[in-house]
């Protein structure tokens, strides 16, 4: 998966590993970071329940699956090159 914009030395990458690489230029050291990205993430787990209880049907919460939270998000390094 991939952000808007670039936030790490990895480009655009939505995980873990790419949002703590440059910490630093939004004025972070890595451990606030990680606490930014745990209360984000403590936030957002909790998405299906919230959309079920505003009456999103099923069906349309099984098809945003794998854009929120995918298991890319939560890699701690990046993948080897192909």
Do not use: C
Request: zero cysteines; charged letters at 20%; aromatic letters at 10%.
């Amino acid at each position: 998966r991939d952000l808007a914009l670039e936030v790490g030395a990895h480009g655009r990458a939505a995980s873990v590993y790419n949002l703590l690489s440059r910490s630093a230029v939004f004025g972070l050291d890595t451990e606030a970071a990680r606490n930014l990205i745990d209360k984000m993430l403590t936030a957002v787990r909790g998405w299906r329940e919230f959309y079920a209880a505003q009456g999103v049907e099923p069906r349309t919460i099984a098809w945003l699956e794998g854009a929120i939270l995918p298991a890319s998000f939560f890699r701690q390094a990046p993948p080897d090159p192909v």
